[in-house]
C-alpha cells in the first residue's frame, strides 16, 4: 500500500482555470516509481492528473487521481541517438532550460511552456508551423506503468507507439517521455498588427509560410486579422513576404495576444534573436500569462480547407464575439499518433480564448462546431467541446482501434474515468 504521507484527502480543487472542480476522493503525491507501481496495482480506479490546464474533465475522476509532481525531475540526454529522456512530472520550461544548457532544443514548444510534458503530449498539445508537427511526434519512446503495475518501455520499434503518443490517460500512467532532440538553435519574433480578410482570402498559405512558426489573431469580425506573430529561426531560409506591403503595421512596442493584457509576460519581440525556448512560446515561462479567467476551446481542420474555414467562422463571428476574447490561427503539420488532432493531414488550428462564461460557451461551442461541420473539424483533447462520441468517432478515423487497445490493456477499466466512458464507450 502507498504510503500515508504520499496520499491525501482531496480537498475543493479545481483545474487552472477554475471552470471545473475535481470530484476525486483522494489524490496521490508518490515520490517514486516503484511508490506509484504499487499505488495502481493497489487501486481499482485512477486517473493521472498533469499541470491542470485541461479545460473539460479528462483528467477528473470520482475515485483517485495521481500527480507526478513528486518523482524525480530526470532529464538525460543521449547525444549519439539525439533522444532526451524527460520524466513525465517536468514542465516544458523545465525540460527547455535542461535542454539548452546541454546545447539541445525540442523542434517546437507550445505557446505556453508552463504545461507538463506528459500531459501536453497525452492531449495532442501543439505549438505552430507549417512543417511543425505536435509535441507528441517527437515522442520516440516512453515508460508506462500499466494496470498491473508493471512498467513496460514502448520503443521507437514497437507499432503501437502511434497509439501511445496521445493516449487520453487511457492506457496507463506514463512516468517518462523520450524526446528527439537537435542542436539548440535561435529564434526572432516579430508581431505586427491589422491585415485585410481580402489579404488572408488570397495569401493564407504564403503568409503561414513565411516563418518556422507564425500565428494569426482574430476575432472574425470586420476589422480582419489583429495581429500577426512570426518566428523565425537564424538557421533556416525560410519564405519572406513583406507584411507591411500587405497593409500591416510592425509593433512598435510588446503587445499581448488579448488587448488590454499586461505585455510584461510576452516573450520578446521586435526580431530581436534569442533561444528557440525564449521565443516559441508567447508566454515566457517565469510569468503567469492570466489569471486562468478564461475557458478555451480548439478545432482542427484540413489546411487545405483553411480559407473557406475562416470565411465560415466569420458567418458567425457577431454572434459569438461577446464571449470571444481572442481566436488564434496556426498551421500544424500532419501526425503519425492516432488521436493527434493533425494525424494523417496538414492542418489548421482554430483556437478559441473565451471569457469564463460557462453558459455562454456551451451556446457558442455548437455554433462554432455547425460552421465548421463541413470540413470534419477535431476537438482538442483537452479543451471544451459540444463534440458527440459519435461525432468524435466520425473525425478521428483510428478512435475505434484506440478503444480496442485500451480495453485490452486494461480490461478491469483501471484507468477509466467518466471522460474517458464517454468518449471510448
Known sequence: MIDDDTTTAAHTRTNW????????SRLAEPTSVDDLQRLVASTPRLTALGSRHSFNTIADTDAVQVTLTGLPP???VDSDRRVARVAAGLTHAQVAVGLEARGWALANLASLPHISVAGAVATGTHGSGVGNASLAQSVVGLEIVRASGDVEVVGADDPRLDA?????????????VRLAVEPTYRVAQTVHTGLGWDVVDAQFESIMSAGYSVSMFTGYTDDGI???WTKRREDRDDAV????????????????????????????QGGVPGPWHERLPHFRSSFTPSAGEEIQAEYMVDAADAVPAIQALRRIGDA??????????????????????????????????FRRQTEDVAVALPLIENALAPFGPRPHWGKVAAASPERLHQVYPQLGAFAALARDLDPEGRFRNPFLDRVLG
Open 17 to 24: 482555470a477554475g471552470n471545473v472542480t475535481y470530484s476525486a
Open 74 to 76: 530526470e532529464l538525460d
Open 164 to 176: 501511445h503518443r496521445v493516449a487520453l490517460g487511457a492506457l496507463g500512467v506514463v512516468v517518462a
Open 226 to 228: 489583429r495581429q500577426i
Open 241 to 268: 513576404i513583406d507584411l507591411a506591403a500587405l497593409g500591416a503595421v510592425a509593433g512598435a512596442e510588446p503587445i499581448h495576444p488579448v488587448p488590454g493584457s499586461e505585455t510584461a509576460g510576452v516573450t520578446e
Open 320 to 353: 459569438i464575439a461577446p464571449v470571444l476574447f481572442v481566436s488564434e490561427i496556426r498551421r500544424i503539420a500532419a501526425d503519425d499518433a492516432w488521436l493527434a488532432p493533425s494525424s494523417g493531414r496538414d492542418s489548421v488550428a482554430f483556437h478559441f480564448t
